[in-house]
């Protein structure tokens, strides 16, 4: 049996807030926290500047937030 996803479901594009992720897909939180990044005094910030601010490859940090998506979207 093949189950088929909405493809738009788990994009999370670089120049979305962390709190705009966060509101979307409660499941990052805890990943975005692994990586540092928090949603009280940065949570307004874009993903993109977030992570550069604190050294963060980009695409590991959306790989691992997609994943996490792809869990709240079951």
């Known amino acids: 049996m093949t189950t088929t996803m909405d493809p738009t479901a788990s994009t999370i594009a670089a120049a979305e807030t962390l709190n ?8 990052t939180l805890p990943v975005l926290q692994r990586f540092g990044l928090d949603t009280c ?12 601010y604190h050294g963060l490859d980009l695409e ?7 994943a ?3 869990a709240d979207a079951r």
Request: charged share 15%; net charge positive.
């Open 68 to 70: 996490a998506a792809e």
């Open 20 to 27: 705009a992720i966060v509101a979307r897909y409660p499941r």
């Open 60 to 66: 590991q940090v959306v790989a691992a937030l997609r």
């Open 41 to 52: 005094c940065g949570g307004s910030l874009p993903l993109a500047t977030a992570a550069a």
